[in-house]
Nanobody, 125 residues
Framework: QVQLVPSGGGLVQAGGSLRLSCLVSVSGTVFHIDDVAWYRQAPGHQRELVAELTLRGVTNYIDSVKGRFTISKDYAKNTMYLQMNDLKPEDTAVYYC?????????????????WGQGTQVTVSL
């Protein structure tokens, strides 16, 4: 069973910082975290990709967060992060972690996309 467990959301004033974490928990088999990403969805808007980090270490960010947000992952802790600095009210949204995870090995290996539950980030003026 694969679970992505997010933490770190909350309320912060504009200009402040938050770090979102997402623990990847897998039971019953070996696994590897491949590509990871963070999405967000603001009220009345579609879910959008905020940042992604590929297995090869390539990062991509939407223009509005470039220079302020940093995506990373720690294989030893099975955790992915989104460091958010200089937060703005327009960053207010529910943030979702997403990961492509390979479970099993050899001929039984399977790769699937998984989502964590959302975590609320609210930035006040």
């Amino acid at each position: 069973q694969v679970q992505l467990v997010p933490s770190g959301g909350g309320l912060v004033q504009a200009g402040g910082s938050l770090r979102l974490s997402c623990l990847v928990s897998v039971s019953g088999t070996v696994f590897h975290i491949d590509d990871v990403a963070w999405y967000r969805q603001a009220p009345g808007h579609q879910r959008e990709l905020v940042a992604e980090l590929t297995l090869r270490g390539v990062t991509n960010y939407i223009d509005s967060v470039k220079g302020r947000f940093t995506i990373s992952k720690d294989y030893a802790k099975n955790t992915m992060y989104l460091q958010m600095n200089d937060l703005k009210p327009e960053d207010t949204a529910v943030y979702y972690c997403n990961a492509r995870i390979t479970t099993g090995w050899g001929r039984t290996a399977a790769s699937d996309n998984y989502w964590g539950q959302g975590t609320q980030v609210t930035v006040s003026l």
